[in-house]
């Protein structure tokens, strides 16, 4: 990480000058309800996206009978397809649709993926998902940051108002692989209620990015947002 930072720390420069002083919290932005539902919406998305990469190695051992090097395969695969997710989405965001309607069916097939999910009987399949999964789930991941700073109209307050909202990510991203693990215990090493869960947690964040999507740009579907 050291390495690739050189290049940013040696080129890039602030567009704005710095503020010296500033708040850490604006609770105003909570009394907004296109930030109010955007911070909601991307909490449970993030509740809902990391249950897969915690548990894709698990699920492959314990579930399909793959090899612990397996395993590994399958998580690797499922970071590295997250390479071009990371690069596609937001290219497509920037020149043709906006970040929020990129990010929207983004987040529904992350959805879709998961409940797919359950119907996966076989290693090779496992990897087709993992491949898909990634590369979805990190459009959603790598969007979130663009579409908050699009609803934002004072430069000045985008970075606290990003910091509040990254904030109660990480308490989504903390508590969403335990409770996925306790949910698979419960159901003595089934996986089909934690699939179920957060995929629909994952559905419930792409619906509160729709109302957001809604008061930003309106019902027209043609409007960049």
Known sequence: MLGT???PLMFVRARLPSRRTGPLVEWAAFRE???LLYA???TLCFWGMY???YYIGAYGVSRLGSS???SITLLLVLNAAGVPGRLLPNWISDKFLGPLNTMIPFTLISALLLYCWISIASVPKLLVFAV???FFSSGMLSLFPAALTSLNKDPSKIGVRLGMVMSCLSFATLTGPPIGGAIIQAQRGGYVGAQVFFGS???GGAAFLAAVRI???GWGLRRKV
Do not use: D, T
């Open 201 to 203: 947690i994952v559905v």
């Open 132 to 134: 898909f999964y990634g």
């Open 215 to 217: 008061l930003a740009g």
């Open 40 to 42: 909601a919406g991307v």
């Open 5 to 7: 930072m050189v290049f």
């Open 33 to 35: 309800p296109a930030y």
């Open 68 to 70: 612990q090097e397996e």
């Open 51 to 53: 249950f897969a990469y």
